[in-house]
């Protein structure tokens, strides 16, 4: 599954081709086009003024990883829309963001995402729909 002259199963590949997830401290567990994972460890450049998780981050991680979720069948895709749902936040610890495929179309595929902390507490939930722009 390559594009670009990349794997978009390894974790280490990705990673060196998406200099937003390393600017964003972004660390892949798993990836596969039926659920994958990332996470990140809060650090202070993760906070908001009220020295939270910035809400930016967390709708980020679920759309990151919900984009892992469906480049791993090698296709190419956008996010053509979301919808998030904040529901608490944390400001220390590891965040983790779960991106599940629903449903895989020819051009548009839909996933849900849910952001936890540590203790698996829900910070957000996420629906994306992902348009792909090509193989």
Known sequence: MTDRGFNYLDTEEYLNHNPFMKYNHMEIVTI???CS?????????????????????????ADVVTGITAR?????????SAHINFIRN??????TAKGEMIRRGKTISILRSVVTDEKGTLLAEATVD???TGE
């Open 72 to 80: 791993a069948d090698g296709r190419r895709y956008v996010t053509q």
């Open 32 to 34: 596969s086009p039926e």
């Open 90 to 95: 944390v400001s220390e610890g590891v965040v």
């Open 130 to 132: 992902m348009f792909c």
């Open 37 to 61: 994972e990332i996470r990140l460890r809060v650090n202070p450049d993760s906070l908001n003024l009220g020295g939270q998780v910035h809400g930016g981050l967390l709708y980020a991680l």
